[in-house]
C-alpha cells in the first residue's frame, strides 16, 4: 500500500508544533481545561446508558471497516500490486539452495517430537484420542469415522471441527498409528506454512535471503513453537494462510491459480478447522478485493472469474464436511469470555522474551500461551529497520492483527465489538490473531533483508544474510529444545487389559492411550462439550456404584448382537427397553426413525433409552445431521465451477473477436492507404 504515511503523520506533528510556539497562550490557557476533560471523558462516557454505547460502538466499528475496504478499493500511484512483469529475475545458487536448507531445517524438528513414545499432555491427549478413533473406526471396523464412542459417552468425530480427514494426520495414523502419525504431521504443517510464507514473500520482495527470512519468522517464531508444544490446534491451521494470500494475489495469472487456491481452501476446511481458518479466510477476502482493485482490463475480468472457481471448487470438494460441521457447531454456540488484557506493546515485548522448557512442563496457564511471538534481537531489528524503507501493507496488517489479539474484555478493544458477532462469539482466544500478525512482521523484517541486499555497500548484504542465518539458527535450536516437553509422559504401565468388542467405558483420562486398548474416557476433553470434565454426566463407568454394563435392561447386562462405532444391533424380548451407555442425540437412528430429533448431536446428560420392535430386534445407527445441507453445498459448487469455466471461455471468445476485429481494421487501413499511394502515383 502507500509509503507515506509516516512522512504525513511528520508533516502534522511539525504543523502543530509550529502553532503552538506561534500561540503559546493559548496553548496554555487550553491546556488546564483539556486535562480536565480528559479525566472526566471516561465517567461522561459511562454515564452514557449501555445501549447507545453499543450501537455507537457498533457503528463506530463499522465504519473502521468501511475506511479498511475503501481503501483496499483505492488504488494510489505509490501502490504496489505483483505482476508478471515483475518476476522472480535471474535464479541464482541461493534461489536453489535455500528453499531445501529452510524445509531440511524445519524437518529436523521431527526428532525431537518422536524421539521416544509420550502420551501427551491436555490437547495432545485430545487430538491423539481423535486420530487414533479415525484409526480403530477405519482399520478396526471398515466404516467411515462418522462417531466417536471412545470420548466423552460419544461425539461427531468426522463432523468435529478439530478433527480433519484430509490432513496430513489422517493417513499418517492410520500408516504409522495416532502416536507418530500426529506428531509428524505438526512437522509437515509447520514445513507448509515456512514454504507459504518464503514464496509469498519471494513474489512481494523479489529477494531469496529476504524470502527466507519471512518463512523464518512466520513458520517458526516462538508463538508457533509454544503452541505446537501445547497441541496442534494453530499449527493444523495457521499453515494455509500464506498460500491462501499467495494465489489470491496471483489469480489473474491463469486457471492454475484458481485451482490452487480452491484445493488449499478445501485443505482448510477437510483438516482441522480452527481460528486461523476464518482468519485466513478474512485475509483472502481482502486481497480479493484489493485484486479487484488493483487489476486492469482483462486481467481483471480473469482474476473475477479465477476466484469463482477457486470458491466453487472449495465447496465441492468440502461441501459435505462444511454442512455437518456447521450443524455440529449450531448444537453447541459457545459463549465464553476472554479475560486478557495486555498493553498495546505486549507483543512486540514478547518477541523478545523465550519461554523455558521448565515453565513449559509446568501445564499451568501462563500468558506466554496466548501471547508469545519470539523472534529475537535479530528479528526485531530488522523489523524496525523495515520501517526506514516506507510504511507498506505488511506493516498494515501487522497492526491490525496485533490490535484485535490485545483482548475483548474492554470496550477500547476491536474484538469487545467483534465479539457481538455470531461468527466470532465462539473464537473467545482473541490473541490468535497476533499469528496473523507475524505475517506481516516476516514480510516487514524479510523487506529490510531485501533493502540491505540491494543497498550500495556489499557487506550490507552480506550482513543481511549472516542475520538471517543467525536468526534462522536461534528460531530452530530453541524449538528442538523445548519440543520434547509436547511428548508427555510415558505411557502408564498399569493400564487395563485391552478391551475386546464394544467400547468399555473408563472415567478419566488419559484417553489417548484408552482408546488405543478399546476403552472409552468419559471424563475426557471436547471442547464442544464444555471445559469442565467434571460436571454431572449420565454416562456411567466401569467401577461406579450404578454401573451394570454399555447395555443393560432390568439391572442386568445386555450384550449387542453387533456393535461397531457407527452401528449397534441387539436382539431382545419385543418391546423391551434398553438403556445404553451413550450419549443420544439427533444422529442416531432408533430402527430406522430419527427419534432424538429435538435434541442436539450428542446429550451428556439425558439418558439414553431405546425400545425394541415386535420381532425384539434394536438397530442403533448413526445418520448425519447437516449432511444434505453439505451436499447441497457441492452442488452449488459445482455450479459456480462451470459458471467460472463459461465465464473464461465467453472472456477467450470476446477476446479473439476483439483483436481479428483489430487485425481486420488494420489490415483495411494499409490497404486503403496503398491504394491511395497507387492513386497518387498515377496521378504523379
Known amino acids: 500500500m502507500s509509503r507515506s504515511l509516516p512522512h504525513r503523520a511528520g508533516q502534522v506533528t511539525r504543523r502543530a508544533w509550529r502553532a503552538a510556539r506561534r500561540r503559546p497562550r493559548l496553548v496554555a490557557a487550553l491546556a488546564v481545561p483539556a486535562a480536565l476533560g480528559m479525566t472526566l471523558l471516561p465517567d461522561l462516557f459511562f454515564a452514557i446508558p449501555w445501549p447507545v454505547r453499543r450501537t455507537a460502538g457498533m457503528l463506530g466499528l463499522i465504519g473502521l471497516i468501511g475506511l479498511g475496504g475503501a481503501r483496499l478499493c483505492r488504488v494510489r500511484p505509490g501502490d504496489r500490486w505483483p505482476s508478471p512483469a515483475d518476476g522472480p529475475g535471474p535464479v541464482g545458487p541461493a534461489d536453489r539452495l535455500l528453499p531445501w536448507v529452510l524445509a531440511l531445517a524445519t524437518a529436523s524438528l521431527a526428532w525431537p517430537l518422536l524421539q521416544r513414545p509420550g502420551i501427551g499432555y491436555g490437547d495432545w491427549d485430545f487430538y491423539l484420542q481423535l486420530y487414533e478413533a479415525v484409526r480403530r473406526t477405519v482399520l478396526d471396523y471398515g466404516q467411515f469415522p462418522w462417531w466417536n464412542p471412545w470420548t466423552r459417552g460419544g461425539f461427531p468425530l468426522a463432523g468435529d471441527p478439530q478433527c480433519g480427514l484430509a490432513a496430513p494426520a489422517a493417513p499418517l495414523s492410520l500408516l504409522l498409528g495416532a502416536g507418530a502419525g500426529v506428531r509428524l504431521a505438526a512437522v509437515i504443517w509447520l514445513m507448509i506454512a515456512v514454504e507459504g510464507a518464503r514464496r509469498l514473500a519471494r513474489l512481494w520482495l523479489g529477494d531469496p535471503w529476504a524470502a527466507c527470512a519471512a518463512g523464518l519468522v512466520f513458520g517458526l517464531n516462538g508463538g508457533v513453537t509454544v503452541y505446537t508444544v501445547a497441541g496442534i490446534y494453530v499449527t493444523m491451521s495457521f499453515c494455509v494462510l500464506p498460500w491462501f494470500v499467495y494465489h489470491a494475489t496471483r489469480l489473474a495469472d491463469g486457471p492454475g491459480q484458481g485451482v490452487a487456491l480452491g484445493l488449499w481452501g478445501a485443505f482448510a476446511l477437510l483438516g482441522g478447522i480452527s481460528y486461523a481458518t476464518v482468519y485466513a479466510a478474512i485475509v483472502a477476502a481482502a486481497v480479493g478485493l484489493r485484486g479487484v482493485s488493483a487489476e486492469r482490463g ?146 516487514a523484517a524479510g523487506s529490510a533483508v531485501a533493502g540491505m541486499r540491494s543497498a550500495r555497500p556489499r ?84 467401577g461406579h456404584p450404578d454401573y451394570v454394563g454399555e447395555a443393560w435392561s432390568e439391572g442386568r447386562a445386555v450384550e449387542p448382537e453387533v456393535w461397531t462405532p457407527n452401528r449397534v444391533v441387539f436382539r431382545v424380548e419385543p418391546h423391551q427397553e434398553i438403556h445404553i451407555n451413550q450419549n443420544p442425540g439427533s444422529w442416531w437412528l432408533v430402527n430406522g426413525d430419527r427419534v432424538f430429533a429435538g435434541l ?42 462451470a459458471g467460472s469455466l463459461g465465464m473464461g471461455r465467453a472472456v477467450r471468445w470476446g477476446m479473439r473477436a476483439a483483436s481479428g476485429t483489430d487485425r481486420s481494421e488494420a489490415k483495411g487501413a494499409e490497404t486503403a492507404g496503398s491504394a491511395g499511394v497507387q492513386g497518387d502515383e498515377r496521378i504523379g
Request: hydrophobic share 50%.
Open 298 to 443: 482483462e486481467r481483471r475480468v480473469r482474476y473475477v472469474c479465477h476466484g469463482v472457481l477457486a470458491v466453487g471448487l472449495t465447496l465441492l470438494l468440502s461441501g459435505w464436511r462444511l454442512g455437518t460441521t456447521l450443524a455440529v457447531m449450531g448444537d453447541f454456540p459457545r459463549d465464553v469470555g476472554m479475560l486478557i488484557d495486555l498493553r498495546p506493546i505486549a507483543f512486540f515485548e514478547q518477541m523478545l522474551v523465550r519461554p523455558s522448557e521448565a515453565r513449559l512442563r509446568s501445564v499451568s496457564v501462563p500468558i506466554f500461551w496466548e501471547s508469545n511471538c519470539y523472534i529475537g534481537v535479530v528479528g526485531v531489528a530488522l523489523l524496525a529497520a523495515s520501517l526506514a524503507r516506507g510504511w507498506r501493507w505488511w506493516h498494515t496488517l501487522t497492526i491490525v492483527a496485533f490490535a484485535l489479539g490485545l483482548g475483548a474484555s474492554r470496550w477500547y478493544h476491536p474484538s469487545f465489538w467483534l465479539s457481538y458477532w455470531q461468527v466470532f462469539r465462539t473464537m473467545h482466544a482473541v490473541t490468535r490473531w497476533r499469528i496473523v500478525g507475524m505475517l506481516g512482521v516476516g514480510l
Open 459 to 542: 557487506w550490507l548484504g552480506v550482513l543481511a544474510s549472516a542475520l538471517v542465518l543467525a536468526m534462522g539458527a536461534d528460531l530452530v535450536c530453541y524449538a528442538h529444545r523445548v519440543l520434547p516437553v509436547a511428548l508427555g509422559p510415558p505411557p502408564p504401565e498399569d493400564a487395563p487389559g485391552p478391551s475386546d468388542g464394544q467400547a468399555i467405558q473408563l472415567e478419566s483420562m488419559p484417553a489417548f492411550p484408552n482408546t488405543m486398548l478399546g476403552f472409552g474416557t468419559i471424563r475426557s476433553i471436547q471442547p464442544l462439550l464444555g471445559y469442565d470434565t467434571g460436571a454431572g454426566t449420565a454416562r456411567l463407568w466401569r
Open 600 to 641: 442436539r448431536c450428542a446429550e451428556w446428560g439425558r439418558p439414553f433409552v431405546a425400545r425394541a420392535d415386535g420381532a425384539g430386534r434394536l438397530e442403533l445407527r448413526i445418520a448425519p445431521i447437516g449432511l444434505g445441507t453439505g451436499l447441497a453445498l457441492q452442488a452449488a459448487g459445482l455450479a459456480m465451477l
